[in-house]
């Protein structure tokens, strides 16, 4: 699943996520970059939504939806919007994976959780 998601991410990347970040910048070094921006905090929204892709990027999806957030409040933007959700559906698929782990093998509720997310995995680009 974070592969499909890493994909999209890039796209949005490649789209004006982090374009100011040189190419193939490792994601801590673009979360460090993007925090740099940040310090003092910026008023604008572009530098929250570019820390955001930055650390989806790296897989901290809580922090990502944090920083999203915050370039919402500051700015509605249609594309904030889609990555905030993107990082919304990992964190809720992460999180009903463990939680479905959690459960007794014969646990109905196990079994249905399982069956929801092996379906999902298949309707997913």
């Known amino acids: ?28 070094s673009a979360e460090h970059a993007c925090r740099a921006v940040l310090d003092p905090p910026a008023d604008g929204s572009d530098p929250w939504f570019r820390l955001g892709n930055a650390l989806a990027e790296a897989g901290d999806y809580d922090a990502a939806e944090r920083a999203y957030r915050e370039s919402l409040r500051r700015r509605p933007d249609p594309r904030t919007r889609h990555n905030l959700a993107l990082v ?38």
């Open 88 to 125: 919304q559906l990992q964190l809720g698929l992460t999180g009903l994976q463990a939680a479905a782990a959690a459960l007794p093998a014969d646990d109905p509720a196990r079994v249905a959780s399982r069956a929801y997310l092996h379906e999902l995995r298949q309707t997913l680009p």
């Open 1 to 28: 699943m974070r592969g499909r998601l890493h994909l999209v991410l890039l796209a949005g990347l490649a789209a004006g996520g982090c374009t100011s970040l040189p190419a193939g910048l490792a994601p801590t």
